[in-house]
């Protein structure tokens, strides 16, 4: 089951760049809310699939 942990891992860290490539390229709008949430998104299941990886590293 490591194996799997490493591919969400690895996700998590595509998932991430692409958050910072999309910061980079686009900074946040001025008024709040005009993007619709597609540059939080990413970040937020980079973050799920890390939280998700430490249970499935844990079992033998």
Sequence with gaps: MTW???VMDVAA???FA????TLVR???AAVPGADSGRS???LLIA???ILL???VLAQP
């Design 13 to 15: 860290l595509l998932l």
């Design 18 to 21: 692409w958050f910072l490539r």
């Design 40 to 42: 939080t998104a990413p």
């Design 47 to 49: 973050v799920s699939l």
């Design 26 to 28: 686009r900074p946040p």
């Design 4 to 6: 799997l942990a490493v």
């Design 53 to 55: 990886s430490i249970p």
